[in-house]
């Protein structure tokens, strides 16, 4: 997942909110798409294959493959980020201009407490601290997308966009209400506490 979505990322920024290097667009994604495959690939020999063995892809250069991951998505992040900057640049259309930056700090605030906790200190350190909470970040830059979007009137998202919160919060809400409803009856009765997430 996080080799394919670096892969996004960057080719993303190719296309939106501007065209980008549109000579060599095809080298870069095709590049792109074989290294993200085949950092995938490892992962997976590594995870379904051997890692039920016992054994492990050794080392290369005193990196492990999720290290190498790591350091594809931090790269290709930044290169999307460094494109949205030269469009930022580049572009003589002011709207195009806002709408670059508006996507640019979704991702700077999306994507720098995740870096700052998670990525660099797996790197440097192989630790993390707070993936879990670091990861919620992200929802940043899907949030700056969308508004971008629905700014340029694009497939009448705002529609699309409206529903989806308030049947989201209306879910949300009810599988709340549930699990407080039957936590209270597994503790009356005594019983176990999947009882109430299964039935929420």
Known sequence: ?????GLVFVSTHLY????SLVAHRKLVVGTLTV???????????NEWLLNPQGRELPDLFGFRVYE????FFLLS?????GLLLRNRVVSQDAEAKRQIGIVFWGTALGFVPF??????????????????VTVLFLAFMPLAYAYTTHQRKLLSIDFFINRSVVLFVLILLVLIVSILILGAIASI???PPEF???GG
């Open 16 to 19: 939106f909110p501007a065209p």
């Open 196 to 198: 109430f997430l299964i």
């Open 1 to 5: 997942a996080w080799c394919l979505l």
């Open 115 to 132: 870096l700052a906790l998670d990525i660099m200190p797996q790197i440097l350190f192989n630790v993390s601290y707070g993936r879990y």
């Open 77 to 81: 992040v930044l290169a999307s980020i």
């Open 35 to 45: 290294v993200a495959l085949f950092l995938s690939t490892l992962v997976v020999l």
């Open 189 to 191: 009765l005594d019983l």
């Open 68 to 71: 190498f991951v790591y350091a």
